[in-house]
C-alpha cells in the first residue's frame, strides 16, 4: 500500500471518537473484530473457540498499545464511542478470570493468555499492522485477515487495497480533489475559503444541521480530554513509571489546587484568558492542553483522533489556545470551520502520504496533525487560502523524517511530549504563514507530502513504531512482554 486511502473522504472519517492509546493499535484492532463479529465470523452456534494473531508492529508493540485489550473489550461486545473507561479495568480482569466470551448468547471459549498470540519476526505482507481472526469449528478452523492502516482505518476481506472511508458510500464529491493543489484550485474557482468548500464536500453526506452538530461533538469531547487531564494526578499505566504532568503545569500556572475545581470543561477554558498575558505562561498553557491530551490517551482515555490517537493533543491543544487567548471572542461557528478545516487537510495527507507510524514514523502522525492545526489556525484567524496551505506546508516540512521510537512500546515516552512540540510548531507556522506572502513560497503542501511519503519509503523499519531504533533501545527500561 503506497497511500493510505482511495476515493472520497469526509472530514470525520480522520476526525473520529477513540479509546486511547493508539488509533492504529488499539481504535483499528477494535473495530476489526467488530467488523469480524458482523459481517465475516461464521454461525456463533458453529463457533467452539476464537483465537486473533497479530503480525509486526501490532506484535511487537501491542502490548504497550494495549492491542491485547481492545481485543477483549471488542469481543466483550463494547464500543469504543461509548464504553465507560473507568470499568475498562474490570471488563478486562473479568474476562481473563472467566475464559469465556459470548456472541449472540452462545459462551465461546477465549482465554486471553493463549487466544491472543503475538507474531513479532512475522508479517502479513499488505501493511505492518496485520492480524488474523480465526474461529475454530467442527469443519476446521475459518479465518479472516485485516490491516489496521493507521487513524482507525481497517482493511478488510473483500476491500479494495486500500482503505475504505465514510463508512464505504462511494460519492461523488462537488469538490473532489486528490492533492491540495486540486483542492486550492477548487476554492479559487468557487471563490470560498477553505472551509466554505470543504463544507460543500461535507453535504454530501450530512445536513448542515449534522456537519455543526457532529463537529461541535468533537470538540466537546477534546474539550473534556483537557479538562480531565489537566484535573488529574498519578502515574500513567505501563510499567515505566511516567507521572502526568498537565495538573502540575496548571497548579503552576493558577497558584491553586486544581483538583478543587468543578466547573464544566468550556467554562474552565473561558476563565483562562482572564489569568494570563504573558508569552511564557501562554505557552505553558499550550503544553499543559496538549499533555492533558496525551496523557489521557495513555491512560485508555477516551480523545478525538486527529489524526491518530498518538497525535491526538496538537489539534485540541491549538484550537484551545485560539479559544483562550484569539484577540475576538470564538464562535461556535469558529469551531466548526478549524475542525473542517483541520480534517480536510488530514484528509490530504491520507490521499497522497500515510497516517500511519508503522508506515511512515512519527512524521506521518505528529507531522500531520501539525499541520493540520497549523492550517486550521491560519483559516480561523483570516488567513487566504494559500496561506492556509502555506502554514499547513510548514508544519509539516520541520517534521520531516520524524521517527517513531516508542520506549517500552507505550505511546508515552517521547509521544506525550511530542504533542507539545506539534502544538507550538502549529501556531508559529500560522503565524508566519499569516505574515508571509504565498507567492514568495518556495515549497507547497503537495510537494511536502509528497516528500514526506518518500521518507516514509526510505526510512528503516527499526523507526516505524517496532521499538527497535532510537530512544527505545536506547533508554534502560524493561520492555513489556507479548
Keep these: ?185 477548487h476554492c479559487v474557482a468557487a471563490g470560498g475559503s477553505v472551509a466554505q468548500t470543504v463544507w460543500e464536500n461535507e453535504r454530501v453526506w450530512r445536513t448542515d444541521d449534522e456537519i455543526r452538530r457532529d463537529a461541535l461533538a468533537l470538540w466537546r469531547v477534546m474539550a473534556a480530554s483537557i479538562h480531565r487531564g489537566c484535573h488529574t494526578d498519578g502515574e500513567l499505566p505501563g510499567g515505566l513509571g511516567v507521572r502526568r504532568r498537565a495538573r502540575q503545569l496548571v497548579c503552576g500556572l493558577t497558584g491553586q489546587d486544581v483538583e478543587a475545581e468543578r466547573t464544566s470543561p468550556a467554562e474552565w477554558l473561558g476563565a483562562i484568558r482572564s489569568r494570563t498575558n504573558s508569552f511564557t505562561d501562554v505557552l505553558t498553557w499550550v503544553s499543559a492542553f496538549a499533555l492533558a491530551v496525551n496523557e489521557e490517551n495513555a491512560a485508555l482515555g477516551r480523545v478525538v483522533t486527529a489524526p491518530t490517537n498518538g497525535a491526538a493533543g496538537v489539534v485540541p491543544a491549538v484550537l484551545a489556545y485560539h479559544l483562550c487567548f484569539a484577540d475576538d471572542t470564538v464562535s461556535d461557528d469558529d469551531i466548526v470551520d478549524f475542525l473542517l478545516v483541520a480534517g480536510e487537510i488530514a484528509t490530504q495527507f491520507k490521499k497522497g502520504a500515510t497516517i500511519s507510524a508503522a508506515m511512515g514514523g512519527c512524521q506521518a502522525e505528529i507531522g500531520v496533525s501539525s499541520a493540520m492545526a497549523a492550517g486550521a489556525l491560519a483559516a480561523v484567524r483570516g488567513a487566504s487560502v494559500d496561506q492556509v496551505f502555506m502554514a499547513a506546508e510548514i508544519a509539516t516540512e520541520h517534521h520531516l523524517g520524524l521517527t517513531c521510537d516508542p520506549v517500552g512500546g507505550l505511546v508515552q515516552v517521547p509521544c506525550i511530549e511530542r504533542n507539545t512540540m506539534g502544538a507550538v510548531k502549529a501556531i508559529n507556522a500560522a503565524e508566519l504563514a499569516l505574515a508571509g506572502d504565498p507567492d514568495d513560497a518556495r515549497v507547497t503542501l503537495t510537494d511536502a507530502i509528497a516528500t514526506l511519503h518518500a521518507t516514509a519509503l526510505d526510512m528503516a523499519d527499526s523507526y516505524k513504531e517496532t521499538s527497535r531504533g532510537g530512544l527505545a533501545v536506547n533508554v534502560s527500561v524493561r520492555v513489556p512482554e507479548c
Excluded at 503506497?2 to 476526525?15: K, Q, T, Y
Excluded at 452462545?106 to 502479513?124: G, M, N
Aim: hydrophobic fraction near 40%.
Design 1 to 185: 500500500m503506497s497511500a493510505d486511502a482511495v476515493g472520497p473522504l469526509s472530514v470525520f472519517d480522520m476526525l473520529k471518537v477513540g479509546i486511547g492509546p493508539s488509533s492504529s493499535h488499539t481504535l483499528g484492532p477494535w473495530r476489526a473484530v467488530q467488523r469480524w463479529l458482523a459481517d465475516e465470523a461464521p454461525p456463533s452456534v458453529e463457533i467452539r473457540a476464537v483465537a486473533v494473531h497479530l503480525f509486526g508492529s501490532l506484535a511487537l508493540t501491542g502490548i504497550g498499545h494495549a492491542t491485547d485489550q481492545a481485543i477483549m473489550l471488542a469481543l466483550l461486545g463494547h464500543d469504543p464511542e461509548s464504553i465507560d473507561v473507568d470499568r475498562i479495568p474490570g471488563f478486562i480482569e473479568r474476562l481473563r478470570a472467566e475464559r469465556t466470551i459470548s456472541i449472540d448468547g452462545v459462551t465461546i471459549s477465549f482465554d486471553p493468555a493463549t487466544s491472543i498470540v503475538f507474531h513479532p519476526d512475522e508479517r502479513l505482507p499488505g501493511h505492518p499492522n496485520g492480524m488474523r481472526i480465526e474461529a475454530s469449528t467442527a469443519e476446521g478452523p475459518a479465518s479472516a485477515e485485516y490491516y489496521s492502516v493507521g487513524g482507525g482505518f481497517v482493511v478488510g476481506p473483500g476491500d479494495a487495497e486500500q482503505a475504505t472511508a465514510s463508512n464505504g458510500r462511494l460519492v461523488d464529491l462537488p469538490y473532489p480533489s486528490a492533492t491540495p493543489a486540486e483542492f486550492r484550485a
